[in-house]
């Protein structure tokens, strides 16, 4: 088994004694109330754990047939927020907006050729404010996206008290490691392995975990509250992940996307044509059409059952980390955050990949775990993180839901006010000059009261750019003097509403008057977003029933007027 390449004792697992659910919930909610930013121990060290290309396919989530017992855990001594999306569906643009607390339109990033603090803002970002406040802060594995996007160096140092770690078989990510059928190594998209094998015989987020570990154990004595952040590379392809993995999901269990084709109303710009999975040399021999394809239904079967391999595997990491938290005695004052930098489709709408501003590509993780609060409120006696083998599958309690939309940008001014720091005040327009501000909102108040109220007013920006109306080799990841296009999309409870306009990226301006095509789908009848209504008449029934609500097309445009300017309109519904 590939964890015997660990210098890690695997945890015993231990039952948790846990009170009835049905337990005080006026007690609870007093709890909150009054302690959600006052830790028992003074102020709390705050884990961070981002996962890459991570959509919400965890059992926590409602897909019982993906196996995460360490994440549905986590989740069951958490709040669980349902509906949190990602601002922009690719990893060096979402990244850096959450950890400066900025959309893309204000870091200016869109691709991941540019450095914030020199081509927008010398922004504060989420550690260098914990870091300023007295935290020691660590970066492990990927956080920041790496290259120009954090200046070659994750952003130290002023982001990280030392220098980020980065494992030495990430190298290996990209090369021919991944045995074909004929005995050969490639360069493959599916690259399920013998760990033994391996070049250092290892992988990328083995090592994350094992240096991650040796941090918690190096901080568990110091005086200093610590900040760590932990970036896992999986499930982003290639999926080279342990072969053992794929055992869980036999490909006859295996099933297709429920809408595996290309809506026939859907705009060829808002179209992602899955660029980078072409270049692997597996999905090469298959031959497929560019840019619509299909790929064929048994290799369909097989990316699924990889990708959700890989989220097990990822599974079982985190759970090491929780487990040895715990053993440290460090989880009784460590707030967790569990998260993703946005999702990645599966076949929906016959795409493949991220690159789009559907929910299979924006819609993330989010779970927030506050000790003092779940230990007051009687949700946890003994051990919290007890290590679970993804091969035993446990059943876990829901954790408390919010199902609110929030943003990824709402993350820092959270994670401030949960550590009794000053929340960074609201950026104002033109915020170019302002060091520390935030375009998000705190979630603390969501936690007060999150398994019952729902704020259905309540929206998320999601923006993506493309070079031309129609599908083009670079159309997933244009570079910034290419992009013509931007599209613009607003998430509500009940809608997602998408316009493509012109974009001019020497002066970043949008014009949202140049309209090249747009989106609406009615969440309450279409949840997979399949039917576009945009173009629909004033008298179809999807219409009817959407201006029941709102006068959609001129309420909505002053909504996206807001997202250009950075601000979030109130009272608008």
Known sequence: MWRTQWNVQKPNKVLRQRTPLCFGE?????????????????????LLIVSDDLRPAMGSYGFSGVMTPNLDQLASESVVFRNAFAQQAVCAPSRTSFLTSRRPDATRLYDFNSYWRVHAGNYTTLPQYFKEQGYHTMSVGKVFHPGIASNHSDDFPYSWSVPPYHPASLAYEKR????????????????????????????????????????????????????????????????????????????????????????????????????????????????????????PPDFQLRIRQHYFAAVSYVDSLVGMLLSTLDDLGLARNTVVLFTSDHGWSLGEHGEWAKYSNFDVATRVPLLIHVPWVMSRAGRTVGRSFPFWDVFHLPLFPSGWAVRSVVELVDLFPTLAELAGLKVPPPCPHASFAVQLCTEGSSLVPSLRAPEHRIDTEAIAYSQYPRPSDEPRDDSDLPSLPDIRIMGYSVRSWDYRYTLWVTFDPTHFQANLSDIHAGELYLLWEDPGQDHNVYDSSEHSVPYRKLSSVLPWRDVLKQYLLCFRKGLKPEGML
């Open 26 to 46: 006026a007690v609870y909610h007093l709890v909150i109330a009054c302690c959600l930013s006052v830790s028992l121990t003074g102020r709390p060290n705050i």
């Open 176 to 295: 021919k490691v991944c045995r074909g059928k004929d005995g050969k190594l490639h360069a493959n998209l599916l690259c399920a392995v013998n760990v033994s094998e391996m070049p250092l015989k290892t992988l990328p987020d083995m090592e994350s975990t094992a240096e991650a570990i040796r941090l918690l154990q190096s901080m568990r004595e110091a005086q200093e509250p610590f900040f760590l952040a932990v970036g896992y590379h999986k499930p982003h392809i290639p999926f080279r992940i342990p072969q053992e993995f794929l055992k869980l999901y036999p490909l006859e269990n295996m099933t297709l996307a429920p809408d595996p084709e290309v809506p026939k109303g859907l705009p060829p710009v808002a179209y992602n044509p899955w660029t980078d999975i072409r270049k692997r040399e597996d999905v090469q021999a298959l031959n497929v059409s560019f840019p619509y394809g299909p790929i």
